[in-house]
């Protein structure tokens, strides 16, 4: 059994299927369930070489804290112990940190059913980089339509 899971969430539909994942695997509140909103800087500033406006970010984190509120309230709504990480940086910087730092068992993400999963390991995405570099168990959860249909 997994003691402590990390769930990297964003908001989008995706990013709840990842919280729906952590409601399967902790099966109560001897599991801590780590919930990781990460606030990144907008890819735009950063590939101009330009500064990120303090507006900028601050608007994401509010946001990012509305989401991680929300998603907090359904983790602890189905019984489970939820600690929140509000954390600004890459994506993949930050859940290596988080997964070493904390002790983490299993690493769940939302997977986007936009592009195949085989095209975004070949070219490099951002699962493919993570997956290479957390040491734990990491859990890719995506939507399933024939899964919903039932």
């Not at 509010?62 to 890459?90: C, F, P, Q, R, S």
């Not at 904390?102 to 975004?120: E, N, T, V, W, Y």
């Amino acid at each position: 059994m997994y003691r402590k899971i990390l769930v990297a969430y964003n908001g989008p539909p995706e990013s709840r299927l990842a919280l729906d994942e952590a409601i399967r695997f902790a099966p109560d509140a001897s599991v801590e369930v780590h919930l990781a909103g990460i606030v990144h800087y907008p890819s735009a500033y950063l590939l101009a070489g330009e500064y990120v406006p303090e507006v900028t970010l601050a608007d994401e984190r509010e946001h990012m804290e509305a989401d991680l509120k929300n998603a907090h309230a359904l983790l602890a709504g189905n019984g489970l112990t939820v600690i929140d990480h509000l954390v600004v940086g890459e994506p993949v910087d930050v859940l290596t940190k988080l997964v070493a730092e904390l002790g983490i068992d299993l690493l769940i993400l939302g997977h986007p059913r936009s592009k195949s999963f085989a095209l975004r390991w070949w070219r490099g995405s951002v699962d493919a980089v993570l997956i290479e570099r957390v040491r734990c168990s990491v859990l890719v959860a995506a939507d399933d339509p024939a899964r919903r249909a039932r």
